[in-house]
């Protein structure tokens, strides 16, 4: 427990402009975190938050675990920042080197920026230019999905199919179409793990590169499981599809794990539990387990070796990089993350919670408002009946009486998403589904 309570009341929040956020309600009702430890914030007001949402489904090992406080702490000391260009420093060669051991295949090479965000413009980025320096330059154009979400750059954005991230910000990114969302409450309401029926949506890509020529296609862009769009959960045998057809045309084929990475899924990616190897791989969040900001993306040897060979010597290969690509701070974090996922056998321990975790989510079939549960790993979306002309406005009335009631949960449109730290106890998860049941029953 935190001594001094902060008065939120008397501080100015007025300068901050704050990401994703109704800035004026907040202020006017301001929610502040002030300490964190496992499963639990504390509030401004002294109480006990459950964490059902890992932060912001990043902190997989639960909150301010010691090991990798004290590896932050430590590099800190030792050296805050290294030239991130024409320069090394160890952790960055051993971080990447334990984090492609977690890979399939030949997975095995790994760019580092600093967000999610970033992640994804490196992957485009890197798609066309592997395809120019394969003597295909007419390769340009990407095929993202409806409802996908790949954080906010433009590029980002333009592969992404959620419509208020995209209207407000002009013509994006030319050369870009989108698949259909593989979203039918008729045909999948209410499965448990995969929907059985939807894999020929999959096949829309097909059409869409007929339309384009193959020629002139760079790479697909997919979340294995979409989150950010309310919890999606892939069709059986969809991502497999999707690779094949990216294999007739030689396209290449991202998949986006910033969420479904680090044991999300019970498994180290999504790649692993689903059978499907892409050609890049896109990883922030539970990277470092949200203690630094940092992502990566993990690439094929046959991109990084067209690279190496495609490219003058002395030249530098990818003209690409951020100040903090491989910080140390965020490499110490992100060691000693791998060391406690490890020693905690994490990634097994949401796979054995699985299957506990789904009956607990789907109990809540029948409450007031409820039209579908979804879920997956340590995942649930469960999506409620929007108000007549006020779409999110019962998801976040049910957000804030979960708060009030000791539970921090995530509200996307209508839909409640949740995906704990990995941590969590059979208990809390019942609490966690009890008071979303609870609040249910009070809201109109
Ligand atoms: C699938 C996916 N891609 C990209 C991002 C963007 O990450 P960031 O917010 O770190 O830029 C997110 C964030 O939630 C995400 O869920």
Redesign the pocket.
Known sequence: MIKNAIDVKTNNLDSYWMPFTNNRSFKANPRMLVAAKGMYYTSHDNRQILDGVAG??CVNAGHCRKKIVEAVQDQVSKMDYSMAFQMGHPSEFEFAARLTALMPNDLNHVFFAN???EA?DTALKIAIAYHRLTGQASRTRFVGREKG????GFG?ISVGGMVNNRKFFGPLLAGVDHLPATYDLEKNAFSKGQPAWGSNWADELERIVSLHDASTVAAVIV?PVS??AGVIVPPVGYLKRLREICDKHGILLIF?E??TGFGRLGKPFATEYFDVVPDMITS?KGLTNGTVPM?AVFVKSEIYDTFMEGSGEGAIELFHGYTYSGHPLACAAGLATLDVYNEDDLFNRALSMSEYWENVAHSLKGYPFVKDIRNIGLIAGVELESRHNMPGARANEVFALCYDAGVLVRVTGDTIALSPPLIIEKDEINRLFETIGNVLKKVE
Do not use: M, N, P
């Open positions: 912001l489904w967000s999610g965000s994804v979400y790949h954080g906010v980002g979340e989150g950010s986006d910033v969420i922030a992502s």
